[in-house]
């Protein structure tokens, strides 16, 4: 199992940008599909965006295209979430997560970071 370890939260205007990163140690860190996923108060987890081990496919949300980018850098153990124009409703917690396969479902994803707080406002 991959440990993971969220940063960049905080509090945003509307309209601006914030880059979340996620740490990963464990030497197979490359070997995991790595996702993004938002729970905001009182809602379920939900799925924000994933990358496959090689960085070549992208899945995301649609609430999110075109506004969000996922990335990731093996050599580094980490991957990446930018946000830009950011809007109230993204408020929420944003946990990082591996697992197995390129897919939305959170039982895909076997190791989640500790989530950090984005608060978006108007």
């Known amino acids: 199992q991959v440990q993971l370890a969220e940063s960049g939260g905080g509090l945003v205007q509307a309209g601006g940008s914030l880059r979340l990163s996620c740490a990963a140690s464990?030497?197979?860190?490359?070997?995991?599909?790595m996702g993004w996923f938002l729970q905001a108060p009182g809602k379920e987890r939900e799925f924000v965006a994933a990358?496959?081990?090689?960085?070549?496919?992208?899945l995301y949300a649609d609430s999110v295209k075109g506004r969000f980018t996922i990335s990731r850098d093996n050599a580094k153990n980490t991957v990446y979430l930018q946000m830009n124009s950011l809007k109230p409703e993204d408020t929420a917690v944003y946990y990082c997560?591996?697992?197995?396969?390129?897919?939305?479902?959170?039982?895909?994803?076997?190791?989640w970071g500790q989530g950090t707080q984005v608060t978006v406002t108007s």
């Open positions: 997560a591996a697992g197995p396969n390129i897919a939305r479902m959170k039982s895909n994803f076997g190791s």
């Open positions: 464990g030497r197979t860190f490359s070997s995991y599909v």
């Open positions: 990358i496959n081990w090689s960085g070549d496919v992208t």
